[in-house]
């Protein structure tokens, strides 16, 4: 109960800030025009998919694509939605109070973290209802259209730990975010580093990369190790803060 107290709390807060409107229509705005390009790729080669076997249709050339691309302009602004979890308490001198409050800081973190996913979903509902409106002339394959949305929420929870965590490491909101942003892409590039490694080094850096394990979504390949990594990761981050703010608590 307490935990979805702090996440009501922390999601009515987002909503109160002209930011987390900017951020909803600016995301429906970009990935709007994204959606209509591909749309009209899709236009332009279906005379020539007509007569091809085992053709791609809709879900591979409109609601693929764009689901790739949300996931990079997420990736951009997700650190502008965390940066404020944390940082902008201890800023204000608000943790303080929080902290001796009584309530663990594991209920905190959770908390804090259901509540911007619960945004972040807000905006994944969103982008989820253009490919739906395919229905009225077309047909999707649910089957691959649900692996790239999943795929797409594990990687915003992804986005999001990191983005509580580095939000627990300063009082600046601006620092938090900019540092986000770094880890993000980092582990959304990293996969480079191992293209052009070998043997085990390249396995573990190929393991870390972000981008390696939301691809096999994206096609509709649903592995329990693509799975697995993006629940180890978000604990990870997780456990990461809590241990954070308890040392912090303690000091205190």
């Not at 009515?12 to 600016?26: C, E, H, N, Q, T």
């Not at 902008?88 to 800081?105: C, F, G, H, I, N």
Request: charged letters at 10%.
């Amino acid at each position: 109960m307490i935990i979805f107290n702090i996440a009501m709390r922390e999601l009515r807060s987002m909503f109160l800030s002209p930011l987390a409107w900017s951020i909803l229509g600016v995301v429906q705005f970009i990935l709007g025009y994204m959606f209509l390009t591909q749309i009209d790729t899709f236009m332009m080669v279906q005379p020539r998919l007509a007569g091809m076997e085992g053709a791609p249709g809709i879900t591979d050339i409109i609601v693929a694509p764009l689901l790739g691309n949300a996931a990079i302009v997420l990736l951009l602004i997700v650190p502008l939605i965390t940066m404020r979890l944390v940082s902008d308490e201890r800023r204000s001198q608000t943790l303080s109070l929080l902290m001796s409050a009584p309530v663990s800081m594991t209920e905190i973190v959770i908390g804090k973290y259901l509540g911007v996913l619960g945004f972040l979903f807000i905006i994944l509902i969103m982008i989820a209802l253009m490919p739906l409106s395919l229905l009225i002339g077309g047909e999707l394959d649910f089957g691959k259209f649900l692996s790239c949305l999943l795929g797409l929420a594990l990687l915003l929870g992804g986005f999001a730990a990191v983005g509580l965590f580095m939000s627990t490491l300063t009082a600046q909101p601006t620092v938090a975010a900019v540092s986000t942003f770094g880890v993000l892409l980092l582990l959304w590039i990293i996969d480079w580093a191992a293209a052009s490694g070998n043997g085990g080094t390249a396995t573990v850096i190929s393991y870390i990369s972000m981008l390696r394990h939301y691809e096999p979504l994206l096609k509709g390949v649903f592995n329990s190790t693509d799975i697995a990594y993006y629940l180890l990761f978000i604990t990870t981050f997780l456990v990461f803060s809590i241990r954070r703010l308890d040392s912090e608590r303690l000091q205190h």
